[in-house]
């Protein structure tokens, strides 16, 4: 049997933000490029469509309408989309296996851009394989792809921002949330905001969330984790106890949860899959979130044509991965020969200055707020990003002196000082 192969100048797999501009970058520049995503509309982890037969509603969120303008602008920019097709094959040269609704799909191009994004990380503990006991990502999806509860009464724990968006949008939802359960200090989950290094903005949504649990009378309990989930018979029983700064179990009062339902995540990963598959060099980078290709400033990475984006080259938020598959597709068509070096430097440039904003208003809100050591941890990232590292090192050392517990700028200090 011939199999038909269809051909492109780019491939992209994944339809999240960072798949989505980088797709769009190319055909703006005439390429031709198809994207491939496993879910039924583009969108990603963040901007998770609902499926079409859902009624729609009158007065869209923020980020209901962030994700519906990458979808319009994906869907006029004439690049060919296979939605529902899961990539399950990629080999040198390059060539794409997807199987979709219907049947198998081989595609090939010169040029693969991986926007595969993250995977999400649990730490295991006896039990945390017992019906009822799901991932933090898991329940968004619920949340957002289906509008339903994870269950009635639900124990939130892990640690992350997703922790605090989760047990939101479950009390949001109508559910009951029995406690949020953290492994970090009180003051550590704001810098862990990943998008922070680019939003700055979404420091007001996290209060929100906050402000909304303070409302239900949700407890939470900081520097606590699970000990053990049982099952009973009418549901599940949590054991929670207190941690040390790294999660190990502590001495200290234990508490027990009946709930029906327990979320959990410990962070995410970089989804690396495509660039291992395809024998890339990898390192593994704690600020980026754990093993990830090794990339040029333009993603390419050490596999000629191959170049990764968003979270899946270092978890950065949603809005950094927006302008990185951007600026990765200049650099995919500049190698292609499809665009002039000139106009290449001059679009990134542009997109670099977003970059600059968002330092700029980190700064300004350390003028205001000098004490916030999780603003100053967000701050020295995106001075690492912009190639500051002397100057982001002096950040970090602030914000550790401002809270000696802060993880995310010690393995951020500690990364830089091993470069
Ligand atoms: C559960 C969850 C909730 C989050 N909430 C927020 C938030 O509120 N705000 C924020 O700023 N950030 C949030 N983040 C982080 C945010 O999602 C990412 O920063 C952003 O979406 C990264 O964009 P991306 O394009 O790199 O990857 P993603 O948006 O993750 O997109 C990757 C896409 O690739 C697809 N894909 C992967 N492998 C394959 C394959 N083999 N075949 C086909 N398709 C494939 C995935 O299904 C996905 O659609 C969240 C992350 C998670 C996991």
Excluded at 336 to 351: C, I, P
Aim: hydrophobic share 40%.
């Amino acid at each position: 049997m011939t199999e038909s192969v269809r051909s492109f100048d780019v491939l992209v797999i994944g339809g999240g933000p960072a798949g989505i501009t980088a797709a769009t970058t190319v055909r703006r520049h005439g390429g031709r490029v198809a994207l491939i995503d496993e879910n039924v509309d583009a969108g990603g982890q963040v901007y998770r469509p609902l499926p079409a037969s859902f009624p729609r509603s009158s007065k869209p969120t923020s980020e209901q309408r962030a994700g519906d303008r990458l979808r319009d602008a994906l869907a006029s920019s004439g690049a060919d989309r296979f939605f529902e097709h899961k990539v399950w094959g990629v080999a040198p040269g390059f060539r794409v296996d997807a199987v979709g609704p219907h049947g198998a799909v081989a595609l090939s191009a010169p040029r693969l851009i991986a926007a595969t994004g993250t995977s999400e990380r649990v730490i295991p503990f006896p039990g945390w394989t017992t019906p009822g006991v799901i991932g933090l990502a898991a329940a968004t999806i619920l949340l957002k792809a289906q509008r339903m509860l994870p269950g009635r009464s639900t124990l939130v724990a892990g640690c992350g921002p997703l922790l605090i968006a989760v047990a939101a949008g479950i009390v949001k939802g109508g559910g009951r949330v029995a406690a949020v359960v953290d492994v970090a200090s009180r003051g550590e989950w704001l810098g862990r905001l990943p998008a922070l290094v680019s939003r700055p903005d979404l420091l007001a949504r996290g209060a929100r969330w906050m402000s909304t649990l303070r409302a239900a009378g949700v407890p939470m309990l900081w520097r606590h984790a699970i000990r053990e989930v049982r099952e009973t018979a009418s549901g599940l029983e949590a054991v929670v106890g207190p941690v040390d700064p790294d999660g190990a179990p502590r001495r200290g009062e234990t508490c027990n949860f009946a709930v029906d339902s327990v979320t959990v995540g410990n962070g995410l990963t970089p989804a690396s899959d495509v660039s291992r598959v395809l024998r890339a060099k990898h390192r593994y980078d704690l600020v980026k979130g754990g093993w990830v290709a090794e990339t040029d400033g333009s993603g390419r990475t050490s596999v000629p044509g191959l170049y990764v984006v968003g979270d899946g080259a270092g978890i950065a938020g949603a809005a950094a991965a927006e302008h990185h598959g951007a600026v990765v597709s200049l650099a995919a068509l500049h190698d292609l020969g499809r665009l002039d070096m000139t106009v290449a430097r001059r679009e990134a440039e542009r997109l670099g200055a977003k970059l600059d904003r968002a330092a700029r208003e980190l700064k300004l809100l350390l003028d205001y707020d000098p004490e916030n050591a999780g603003a100053r941890t967000n701050y020295g990232l995106v001075l690492i990003q912009q190639g500051h590292r002397a100057e982001a090192r002096g950040q970090l050392e602030e914000a550790l002196r401002l809270d000696p517990g802060l993880t995310p700028a010690r393995e951020a200090l500690t990364a830089i000082r091993d470069q």
